[in-house]
C-alpha cells in the first residue's frame, strides 16, 4: 500500500475507493508544492521531490488535505494538523537568499513602526503582475510586492505591512479550508494610518496601471 492508500483509507475508512491512488514525486515543483488530479479510473497526486524525505505522518497529511479539497468531503485528522504545522514552521527555516534594497527599507519602516523591529526579515522581491500586489508564500518565507508600487512609498509600506501580517499571524485550517484574512488580521490591519483611503488609492493605482496595459 502506498502512502496515499494509507492517507485515504485512513481519513475515510468508511469509504470505499474504487480508482487507482497513485502517488508520484517530481523535481518541477518550487518548495513543497504538491497537485491532485482525478479521472474517471484514478486520483494522482504529484508531489515535489522534496517530501520524500519528510516523515510520513506529515506527508499523509497533505495528500488528506489534497483529497479533501478534491472530494469535498470535510474531514479533519492529525496528520492534517501536522502538515499545516510543518508547512509554517518552514518559513523559520527557509533560507534568505532574496532581498531588493528599495523593498528592504520598506520592511525596516513597518518592522519599527508595527512590529517594535522584532520580526525577521523574509526573502523580498519584485513581481511583474497588475492584478497581484503583494504576496506571502510561507514555504519559502517570501514577500513579493508588485512593481507598480515602487512608485508611491506609502502604498508601498500599506502592502508590506499586510503581507508582514502574513508571517506574523499565519493562518487557520479547517476541513479543507484555509482562513488567511481571520478577525485578528483584519483588527490589525486597520492600525495603519488611513488604512480606508489606502485601499481606495490601491484601486485607483492598479486601474490606473491597466489601462496603460491595454495601451500599450
Ligand atoms: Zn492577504
Same mark, same amino acid.
Given at each position: 500500500? #502506498?502512502?496515499?492508500?494509507? +492517507? ?11 480508482? !487507482?491512488? %497513485?502517488?508520484?514525486?517530481? &523535481?518541477? @515543483? ?10 474517471? &479510473?484514478?486520483?494522482?497526486?504529484? +508531489? ?5 524525505? /519528510?516523515?510520513? !505522518? ?9 483529497? /479533501? ?9 492529525? #496528520? ?12 523559520? *527555516? =527557509? ?11 520598506? @520592511?525596516?519602516?513597518? #518592522? ?6 522584532? $520580526? +525577521? ?8 503582475? *497588475?492584478?497581484? $500586489?503583494?504576496?506571502?508564500?510561507? =514555504? ?7 512593481? %507598480?508600487?515602487?512608485? #508611491? ?5 500599506? /502592502? ?24 485578528? @488580521?483584519?483588527? +490589525? ?5 488611513? =488604512? ?8 485607483? $493605482? ?11
Amino acid at each position: 500500500m #502506498n502512502l496515499l492508500e494509507q +492517507a485515504y483509507q485512513e481519513l475515510y475508512p468508511e469509504r470505499k475507493e474504487s480508482r !487507482d491512488l %497513485i502517488l508520484s514525486y517530481s &523535481g518541477r @515543483f518550487r518548495g513543497y508544492n504538491a497537485n491532485i488530479r482525478m479521472n474517471w &479510473g484514478s486520483i494522482t497526486i504529484n +508531489a515535489s521531490k522534496k517530501w520524500k524525505v /519528510v516523515s510520513s !505522518d506529515i506527508q499523509k497529511g497533505l495528500y488528506q488535505e489534497l483529497l /479533501v479539497r478534491l472530494l469535498k468531503v470535510r474531514k479533519n485528522s492529525i #496528520n492534517i494538523d501536522l502538515y499545516h504545522n510543518f508547512i509554517k514552521s518552514l518559513s523559520n *527555516v =527557509a533560507p534568505k537568499t532574496q532581498t531588493h534594497p528599495v523593498l528592504e527599507q520598506s @520592511f525596516q519602516r513597518v #518592522n519599527e513602526q508595527f512590529f517594535n523591529g522584532m $520580526l +525577521a526579515q523574509p526573502n523580498l522581491k519584485i513581481g511583474s503582475g *497588475v492584478n497581484r $500586489l503583494g504576496t506571502y508564500e510561507y =514555504a519559502t518565507d517570501t514577500v513579493m510586492l508588485s512593481r %507598480i508600487l515602487l512608485e #508611491n512609498e506609502e502604498l508601498m509600506d500599506y /502592502v508590506m505591512y499586510h503581507e508582514l501580517l502574513h508571517k506574523k499571524h499565519q493562518y487557520s485550517a479547517k476541513s479543507g479550508r484555509q482562513l488567511h484574512h481571520g478577525k485578528k @488580521f483584519r483588527d +490589525a490591519e486597520r492600525m495603519f494610518p488611513d =488604512a480606508e483611503k489606502l485601499e481606495l488609492e490601491l484601486n485607483k $493605482l492598479v486601474r490606473k496601471h491597466k489601462r496603460v496595459g491595454w495601451f500599450w
